[in-house]
């Protein structure tokens, strides 16, 4: 028998600590190493600590209370490469909210990717021993590459080793950029400085696979350098992670 053990509310309040005025749509959750979650809605990621139940008794006289606490946050925001208008249009969107639709951790690299709204494939800096969660830049393709067609990113995954990423759009394509990051042990990657750099370059654009105009629901990095994205096309297409379909 399965029963709700306790619930943690994005609602409750962003980075800042100010409450969120909608209730949010929760698009990503990932279980992160030592009993961590990581959550996407709207614009916010969170890094969550999960305390199991030790008992029965505990469970029900806690009626699950405690189960979750924030460890991290981050916002995603527009920068000045985002392009206009925001995502969904002014009336629908009058904030010009990035949206996060993805979001996924690689544990080999520390590095969190992030699917938005804006175009943009953002990556984070997880430090776990914070934990921290901070932006470490923006992976995009330059605002008029695709004509404006299909140009949010709507996920996103890791390789096994955490350094190429596999950015979906809405368009029906398939990003792959290298990124590499900066060793910790360099100044200013301790948490009390800027976060660690990256050196990202885009790989291949992967195109001709999903039917034009068709947006991807997500995509994973499987056996020997292969790589499956699906999409509302109802299409599984099968690419090698060197570009090639």
């Known amino acids: 028998r399965w029963e709700a053990a306790g619930t943690a509310d994005h609602a409750a309040g962003g980075p800042d600590g100010e409450p969120q005025p909608d209730a949010p749509q929760i698009y990503a959750l ?16 969170r890094v969550w600590e999960v305390r199991p139940p030790a008992s029965a008794k505990e469970d029900a006289d806690t009626d699950g209370a405690g189960r ?9 925001q527009a920068d000045a490469a985002s392009p206009g208008p925001a995502f969904g249009g002014d009336a ?39 934990p921290s969660l901070r932006e470490m830049g923006a992976l995009r393709l330059p605002p008029d590459y695709f004509a404006g067609r299909g140009g949010h ?12 990423l596999a950015a979906c759009t809405a368009g029906g394509r398939v990003l792959l950029w290298d990124v590499r990051p900066d060793d910790r042990s360099l100044p200013g990657a301790d948490g009390t400085g800027p976060p660690r750099g990256m050196r990202p370059r885009c790989r291949a654009i992967m195109e001709g696979g999903h039917a034009p105009g068709s947006p991807l629901f997500g995509s ?4 020997s350098g292969l790589l499956v994205s699906w999409g509302g096309d109802g299409r ?10």
């Open 92 to 130: 629908r969107n009058p904030s010009a909210t990035v949206y996060v639709f993805d979001a996924c951790h690689a544990p080999r690299s520390g590095l969190v990717a992030a699917a938005a709204s804006d175009g943009s494939c953002r990556v984070l800096d997880l430090d776990p021993a914070g």
């Open 236 to 245: 599984v297409c099968l690419w090698a992670s060197s570009g090639e379909s």
């Open 68 to 76: 979750f606490s924030l460890a991290a946050s981050a916002r995603i």
């Open 30 to 45: 990932q279980p992160l190493p030592a009993g961590r979650l990581l959550s996407a809605a709207d614009d916010l990621l």
């Open 220 to 223: 994973a990095f499987v056996g």
């Open 153 to 164: 990113v709507t996920a996103c995954a890791w390789d096994g080793g955490g350094t190429c």
